[in-house]
């Protein structure tokens, strides 16, 4: 079962702009993640925010979790044609399982 | 250098045949794990072992199998009793919460 659900599916913007993406999962969590991925590759760590956080900064990252909504979301300020990947969140209970959403789709046009 | 390699690369089997994907790591990471990934799709667990010789099953074990007779390793059988097993595999290991992937295995069943 997938727990975290992005939303939007696809996302276009011109460099520059801010980009936007949202995750919803259904049950508890010690923390969630977020991971980019490059098309055809493996998928790479951005941020981990645990339960007890309600926001966190890396870079042009930013992150935040909202557990009475069971939401989150990752802001990527300034975006460039180099941030084109696939986006997903990824929540963690208290085993060692790590659940995937679907993922965003963000295209960054020169 | 320090990571995980996947191998092979691409991968085709013919219907009815067992394929088996290797994982290597030297990060020394007790944890690992093995996800596929559909066209479009988020990640959907297979199995993931947190110590040599002991693996779970994930959400979507049947038609697989591992092995975990060493810490570096963690092969994922294919076997012919996988439905539809043409998708992007993906190895991981983890640390402190955090996953780190391969490259991935893209199998195709002709």
């Not at chain 1, 909202?66 to 209970?93: M, Q, V």
């Not at chain 2, 570096?72 to 012919?80: A, I, K, N, Q, W």
Request: with cysteine; hydrophobic share 30%; net charge positive.
């Amino acid at each position: 079962s997938q727990q975290g659900e992005e939303d939007p599916q696809a996302l276009s913007i011109q460099e520059g702009e801010n980009a936007t993406m949202n995750c919803s999962y259904k049950t508890s969590i010690n923390n969630l993640q977020w991971y980019r991925q490059n098309s055809g590759r493996g998928l790479v760590h951005l941020i981990l925010i645990r339960s007890n956080e309600r926001e966190k900064h890396s870079g042009r990252l930013r992150v935040t979790l909202d557990t009475s909504k069971k939401s989150s979301s990752l802001l990527i300020t300034a975006s460039r044609a180099a941030d084109t990947a696939s986006y997903f969140c990824a929540t963690g209970g208290s085993n060692y399982k790590l659940t995937f959403g679907k993922g965003t789709l963000l295209t960054v046009n020169p | 250098d320090g990571g995980i390699t996947q191998s092979p690369k691409y991968l085709f089997r013919k219907e009815g045949q067992n394929v088996t994907l290797s994982c290597e790591q030297n990060l020394n990471h007790d944890a690992m794990y093995w996800y596929r990934q559909d066209p479009g799709q988020g990640l959907r667990l297979i199995y993931y072992s947190q110590i040599v010789n002991d693996f779970q099953k994930g959400d979507i074990a049947e038609g697989y199998s591992v092995s975990r007779e060493k810490k570096e390793s963690f092969p994922l059988t294919v076997t012919s009793a996988q439905k539809n097993p043409t998708a992007f595999y993906l190895c991981a290991t983890r640390e402190i919460g955090e996953l780190f992937f391969g490259e991935g295995s893209r199998l195709t069943v002709l």
